[in-house]
């Protein structure tokens, strides 16, 4: 088993880190004790929250709310903050708005901007398009000053959404340049004086926003699917639900060429716990030991670390220190004895097509 | 307080839709299975369960695959649906080229222009507007006397209502701006001595607001729909379930009451061979159900007790709801 720290050491470039899988499975107390590890280990470490429900405050037990990057008490070098998608979207639309009465008072076009910027900012996708933006700036700018940055997303496909997002984006962006090349060439030919066009060419705000764009678009494509930098991490039960969903979540995020850095297993139950326990434990532990087979024989090689079931909430800084020992060192006792069982496939059932 | 879901549904007789939104992990799924095996099997109602969560946890819970296979029944009057909004998006992609062929008199379509269609898969609106559709559809169709959705976690999946929201705004603003338009093309149509035609797009818009509009209205219609939130005994839960409180309140809808899952009997304390765990557990547990039935106790319809096994399968959901319909858990 690869573990956790040799995955580390192996990646010394690593700089930014996700964190998915099915919601309840502790995705943010893993985020937690990861950038926890990484400051303990000397790494100046950022925790963002992009998800639409915070959770990194309850926690780390301390107030980090509010939308800005607030030092974690008690540990040095490490910083958390949870994004306010209201005020991403916020900025996001004065941004864009901006954008728009430059280009039409450039253009001379007497008309007011405001319909312009309601139908761009009324898009539904606007909020996911805004988020996106604002991890480009983490990574981009914001997350200038630290080693590692880890992301806590929401449930899984909004996180892969945001990578589908990119694709679009990307498109989008080539084309609109494309198409604006070719118009201010037009002009460029249709002129009278073509030196004093060309000026005013090199002066289009539209087209020096959409270069700037599309190059900050391209370099946070390159660092996403950068293996060398970039590592996507699933947490799973030992339960089915939460396994389906870490090897739907990987074939889907593979589509998109993101690296996947590995699977952390959270709550087992240790064999002494149960052991001296009564049978609704019991019980639990031995269904455990059926899915951490089935863990063993669909996800294997990619298990790089597990937490024990805890008999507290993470939601203190001890806990969460407790969660990034675990991370590191723990392994069930009964792991490498464990025969590796695929999971059986659901029988296909078939009904009448609906619309 | 706690009075079971039976007595919810004998209070509220007209009930078509059940919503179950929250956080993912707490027991939407399987709330909502059991739900829908209890109307089906017990009540005698042909029931659809229908889930809108991408990652495909319906199919799980019930042991059996029809993850984009369409309307299934698994049991008589025991319907189900997991959509492949994949799927979905493809065809109304194929729908969009065909369009376009027909309408310029292509032999295929261009290759930019499919690029770009293809492109736009990729936006979420076009994910979360598939679902929204699907649902809006089989709803429509009044095939069923109950509907049951588990909610995809997005925001407390509140965002799907809010989305309604958005994309009825955003059909106005486009519709104001081909209005215009069309005035003036009709203006220069008239100019020209051709009668200004119909235009089809625009009319193509007015039906989607008025789907739009027919959906919103039936979600936010308190007689028809009910909308459950389901909620753990744990400190991050609560405050979850106070900020979702108030945006429903934001949006107008109301919160029919809560479900309140994975609770310890507080009995098992009393068992000769209790270990710690489980004592630190119930313990944490007894002082976060006090916060939560001194804030929210009133709106508490459902308690159902943590078990030992994963909720799968109709034995585990049939078990799941009669605490569900008739709670006997003491809290």
């Known amino acids: 088993m690869n573990s956790l720290q040799q995955f580390l050491d192996s990646h010394p470039n690593l700089r930014f880190l996700f964190t998915g899988g099915k919601g309840g499975v502790g995705k943010t107390a893993c985020a937690a004790a990861l950038g926890y ?18 959770s990194l405050s309850s926690v780390f037990g301390q107030e980090l709310s509010g939308g800005t990057v607030r030092p974690v008490r008690g540990v040095e ?23 728009v009465k430059d280009f039409l008072k450039w253009a001379d076009i007497p008309v007011d901007a405001k319909p312009f910027i309601d139908i761009a900012a009324t898009n539904p996708a606007f909020e996911e398009s805004a988020m996106f933006d604002k991890m480009m700036d983490i990574i981009l700018s914001e997350g200038r000053d630290y080693d590692r940055i880890v992301f806590d997303t929401a449930a899984v496909a909004n996180a892969v959404r945001l990578i589908g997002l990119s694709k679009i984006y990307g498109l989008w962006l080539g084309r609109m340049i494309e198409s604006r090349k070719e118009a201010l060439s037009m002009r460029v030919q249709l002129a009278f004086r ?33 293996e060398q930098k970039t590592a996507f991490f699933f947490v799973t039960l030992p339960l089915a639900l939460p396994i389906a969903v870490v090897r739907r979540f990987i074939s889907m995020v593979q589509a998109y060429d993101i690296p996947v850095g590995g699977v952390l ?7 002494e716990l149960a052991a001296s326990a009564e049978e609704y434990l019991r019980n639990k532990y031995e269904e455990q030991q059926g899915y951490l087979a089935q863990i063993k024989g669909d996800l294997g090689p990619l298990v790089r670390g597990f937490v024990p079931l805890y008999q507290q909430e993470v939601n203190s800084l001890e806990t969460v220190a407790s969660v990034a020992r675990d991370l ?19 029988e296909r059932v078939t009904g009448i097509m609906a619309a | 307080m706690n009075e079971g879901l039976s007595a919810f549904f004998a209070q509220r007789p007209e009930t078509e839709i059940v919503i179950f939104a929250g956080k993912g992990g707490l027991g939407k799924t399987t709330s909502s299975a059991s739900l829908a095996y209890h109307m089906s099997q017990r009540e005698g109602r042909k029931t659809l369960c229908f889930s809108t969560d991408p990652q495909a946890s319906l199919s799980d ?33 194929a729908e969009v080229k065909q369009k376009i062929l027909d309408m310029y008199g292509f032999e295929r379509v261009p290759e930019e222009i499919e690029e770009y269609i293809d492109a736009t898969s990729a936006e979420p609106a076009m994910y979360e507007s598939a679902t929204y559709d699907a649902m809006a559809e089989l709803v429509r169709a009044r095939e069923f006397d109950l509907y049951i959705f588990d909610m995809p976690p997005f925001g407390h999946g509140v965002r799907m209502v809010a989305m309604a929201d958005i994309l009825s705004k955003w059909v106005d603003k486009i519709t104001e701006a081909r209005q215009k338009v069309a005035e003036y093309d009709a203006i220069a149509a008239t100019l020209k001595g051709d009668k200004g035609g119909d235009d089809a797009m625009l ?88 916060v939560i039935k001194e804030k929210f106790g009133d709106r508490i319809v459902a308690a159902l007790p943590m078990l030992s096994r994963e909720p799968k399968g109709m034995e585990m959901l049939a078990q799941i709801s009669q605490q569900l319909m008739r709670p006997t858990l003491r809290i």
């Open chain 1, 37 to 54: 590890a990484f400051a303990q280990q000397g790494h100046r470490t950022l925790i963002a929250s992009l998800n639409p429900v915070h």
């Open chain 2, 203 to 290: 009319k193509e818009l007015i039906d989607i607001r008025q789907q739009i509009k027919t959906f919103t209205d039936l979600i936010t219609d308190r007689r028809r729909t009910a909308f459950f939130m389901v909620l753990i005994p744990e400190r991050m839960a609560i405050l979850d379930t106070e900020r979702a409180l108030r945006m429903f309140q934001e949006l107008n809808i109301e919160m029919s009451g809560l479900v309140l899952n994975q609770v310890y009997p507080v009995e098992l304390l009393d068992q000769p061979d209790v270990s710690d765990f489980l004592k630190h557990r119930i313990e944490m547990q007894q002082q976060n159900l006090r």
């Open chain 2, 61 to 93: 819970i019930f042991e059996r695959d029809f993850y984009g296979q369409g309307v299934v029944e698994l049991l008589p009057r025991l319907h189900v649906i997991e959509i492949d909004a994949d799927k979905r998006v493809a065809a109304y992609q």
């Open chain 1, 77 to 99: 070098r490490l910083h958390a903050v949870e994004v306010e998608i209201d005020d991403v979207v916020a900025r996001y639309r004065d941004n864009i708005g901006r954008r």
């Open chain 1, 265 to 271: 297993v959270n709550q087992v139950i240790p064999p």
């Open chain 1, 194 to 226: 073509k030196e004093k066009i060309m000026e005013e060419v090199k002066k289009d705000p539209l087209m020096a926003d959409l270069l700037a764009m599309h190059q900050r678009f391209e370099a946070v494509k390159g660092v996403l699917v950068d």
């Open chain 1, 328 to 346: 590191f060192s723990y392994v069930p006792a009964t792991w490498e004895q464990l025969e590796p069982r695929p999971s059986p496939k659901l």
